[in-house]
């Protein structure tokens, strides 16, 4: 039973259009993060935020851009798509602290931009 | 930066051991962790290991912690066909995940 969800799991749009990508999370978590991954599996950061009003940039530079008005919600935003956007997107969260928690990941959005 | 490498590919027959492989160049982690993604799902956390333990083990899985050398591998003992799947490593530094392996298991 998921306690992250993503809306929507598949996005076909065209060049130009503005897209929101959502996350949300039913756990409390404060962390939480966008991840693209590539068709060859491999996952790149590109944002996270520790908490509410808090978001950082990952390593992967990214056209989209986020926010975290509330703890558990984290959408991701595309201003104009671009073909060059089309990848899997994966949202996870978090517990802070210094424990073994790990990521728990939502199922991810496929978005192809045409 | 940090680098956490794993080959890409694993083939194996069913009943058989699988390791899977993953060297990290940042030690700063706490914790190590397998992840198991499966097609068209997110990631999955299977098992994690202590930085200052050297196995860990959890049913059919074997968690070994090489920190002299930066070597942390994942053995699944008597492989099954729901097995297949991508796995990836991770340390709790920086959120980065390993490049990932994909591993199929033959009937």
């Known amino acids: 039973e998921a306690d992250i969800y993503q809306t929507p799991r598949y996005l076909v749009i065209g060049t130009g259009k503005k897209i929101t990508l959502e996350c949300s999370q039913t756990m409390g978590h404060d962390k939480m993060y966008w991840y693209q991954q590539d068709p060859g599996m491999e996952l790149h950061l590109i944002h996270y935020s520790y908490g509410v009003n808090s978001t950082e940039k990952g390593d992967l530079s990214s056209e989209s851009t986020v926010s975290r008005i509330r703890t558990e919600h984290f959408p991701l935003t595309l201003e104009s798509a671009r073909p060059s956007h089309t990848s899997q997107y994966l949202c996870?969260?978090?517990?802070?602290?210094?424990?073994?928690?790990?990521?728990?990941f939502g199922s991810g959005t496929r978005l192809t931009v045409v | 930066g940090e680098d956490v490498e794993q080959s890409l590919f694993l083939s194996v027959r069913e009943g058989d051991s699988s390791v899977i492989n993953c060297t990290y160049t940042d030690s700063s982690s706490t914790y190590l962790y397998w992840y198991k993604q499966e097609p068209g799902a997110g990631l999955q956390l299977l098992t994690y290991i202590f930085s200052n333990m050297d196995m860990k083990q959890d049913q059919r899985l074997t968690v070994l912690l090489n920190k002299k050398d930066k070597h942390l591998s994942l053995r699944i003992a008597d492989t099954q066909t729901g097995d297949s799947a991508i796995y990836f490593c991770a340390g709790t530094y920086k959120y980065i995940f390993g490049t990932g392996t994909r591993l199929k298991v033959l009937a």
């Open positions: 996870a969260s978090s517990e802070g602290g210094q424990g073994p928690y790990g990521y728990t």
